[in-house]
């Protein structure tokens, strides 16, 4: 099983829907998790930490699940502008160490 | 401000042949990383530098690769004897701290073909 797995999509949504996917993760002991998020051909870039059980921003909310080991992303009233591969990220333990796990990213596509 | 800034853009080079690609991070940015990405995959850490010493450089893949950072600033990454395996984006990120609790910010990477 991989370190950290997610669904590779792609994600065919219409506009103004609301759409979620999960990561999922093996470790136990993770600390903190990410999403980032990168467009075609350009650098990821930060959408939301989540360090406790959740996070939201906007249209965006990050739920953590420690008892099931998942993080999820829900966007809700999506837009064009959201199509993009959505990174999940898990750190393993908050040492001076690297240990950060990135998935392979789920491919979302928004449709007018 | 500006973000972080990576040269070439593009690298052709051929088999065998040594190449560096070269990192500028944010201001200030203490900690620094590399990555390469292959089409359809996540990032791959490559080394870790908190400042100018390495603080993980466990994804290196073999001796080939290197990476340094001598004044805690600018990092080059070096590979020597090129493979076509190596054909890849290298992605350099830089953050204010740790990466455990910090938003790590990437530069538009480095597209490496080997042929």
Redesign the interface.
């Known amino acids: 099983r991989k370190e950290v797995e997610q669904d ?1 999509g792609p994600f065919n949504v219409p506009e103004g829907a609301t759409v979620a996917f999960n990561c999922t993760y093996s470790n136990s002991a993770s ?2 998790f ?1 999403w980032y998020r990168q467009d075609c051909r ?5 959408l939301m ?1 989540v ?1 406790s059980s959740g996070n939201e921003d906007g249209r965006f909310t990050a739920q953590l699940n420690r008892a099931s080991q998942y993080i999820s992303l829900l966007i809700r009233d999506s837009k064009l502008s959201d199509s993009a591969t959505y ?1 999940c990220v898990v ?1 393993i ?8 796990i ?4 789920t491919k979302l596509i928004i449709k007018p | 401000g500006a973000g972080v800034s990576q040269t070439p853009s593009n690298k052709v080079t051929e088999k065998g042949k040594y190449v560096e690609l070269r990192c500028d991070p944010i201001s200030g940015h203490t900690a620094l990383y590399w990555y390469r990405q292959s089409l359809g995959q996540g990032p791959e850490f490559l080394i870790y530098f908190q400042g100018t010493g390495a603080a993980d450089d466990s994804g290196l893949p073999n001796d080939r690769f290197f990476a340094v950072r001598p004044e805690g600033s600018v990092s080059t990454l070096k590979i020597q004897r090129t493979e076509r395996g190596d054909s890849a984006v290298y992605l350099c990120a830089s953050s204010l701290g740790p990466p455990a609790y910090n938003e790590q910010f990437f530069g538009p990477g480095t597209r490496l073909t080997v042929l």
Not at chain 1, 42 to 46: F, R, S, V, Y
Not at chain 1, 102 to 105: D, E, L, S, T, V
Request: avoid cysteine.
């Open positions: 590779p600390q903190s990410f350009k650098e990821p870039k930060l930490s360090y990174l750190n333990r908050g040492d001076s160490n690297y240990q950060l990135w998935g392979a990213g």
